[in-house]
């Protein structure tokens, strides 16, 4: 048996648990919505909006791979392609919403966004129709994107044509543009507007930045389960795992800045329907979740990403690469969450089943394209540019 049949075998192993834990929780959390069809609506929200950001965090620092180039990137560029190949899956897991846009949004219900003047003057924007439309537009984008993304890397690897490379390139500067709007969009039809009364100018890229964070931490995670097994086990150096624990170490600053920026901005302007947003999540029991944000989505990671001894060890890499995925879901959980429930956090246990049950069919899918390729892609030319990252 080759290393990489032990490749696919291991990552086999992991592909059909995930879909029994995913169909499972996800089907049971379906049957608790006949009771309580709003926290079904709700929890079903929060964990797609999830599982979507690892995808397009997948695609965006793909892009970015292409774009500048750098031995990091030959180590985890499979496990990106393999997140970019699950929009289509994500495009049918996101159909039960559209039956659902009463119970999760004000501005769905007529009646009610007549009644809210706040809300009444963005109806031009704020409507159904024109939310599927979006949804249907962003979605083709995406995947539009990721075909190309794929077929030309897959035809690089049968071929090793450079011109292949330039074409990935000349994709991917346009496609961060593409990526950049759609996201900023999105995360307004799909998360501040569950507030329609408010608006940010940053929370686009807020989004962006944990989008790419998330995906990056995933890609870190399964390098570690895979690295033992050729040929990625002689690209992932010392060397390179120190670029990919400074560029965890970079967004990790980036959403402490932007979130910084934004909250000072606002509370600096101190206009009533700009400052209640924060006031919900910084007052009451929601205080101590925007202290333990702080502490632990940023202070810790910082200090410990500061040592080069951790980020040049494969597991103690991952295990912080762990951590910065589940406090990416806690982050979420606080942008989304005090819309419903201002006085604090009241876990429902379909949100944990809505996260597992999206993740679990979400990852069956990611596992399934990560068994199609080699682990890397020895035909790409700029590997042999950067000799010091898998030497």
Known sequence: MTMNEAARIRIASAQKPSLVVGMGTLLLCAAAGFYSPTQFFRSYLFGFVFWLGMALGSISMLMLHHLVGGGWGFAIRRMLESGTRTFVLLAGLSLPLFFGLRHLYLWADPAKAQASEAVAHKALYLNVPFFIIRAAVFFAAWIVLAHFLNKWSREQDETGNPDLTRRLQNLSGPGLIVYGLTVTFASIDWVMSLEPAWGSTVYGMIFIVTQSLSALALAILACMLLAKFKPLSEVISPLALNDLGNLLLTFTILWAYLSFSQFLIIWSGNLPEEITWYWARATGDWAWVAVMLIVFHFAVPFLVLLNRFVKQRIRMLAAVAGWMILMSVVDLYWL????????????????????????????????????????????????????????
Do not use: C
Not at 363 to 387: E, H, Y
């Open 336 to 391: 989304m969450a005090p819309a419903y429930n201002r006085i604090g956090p009241r876990l429902e246990w379909m949100d944990g089943l809505a996260v597992a049950g999206i993740g679990g069919i979400w990852l069956w899918r990611f596992l399934g394209q990560l068994q199609s390729n080699p682990l890397v892609p020895l035909k790409d030319p700029r590997m042999t540019r950067a000799p010091e990252h898998h030497a």
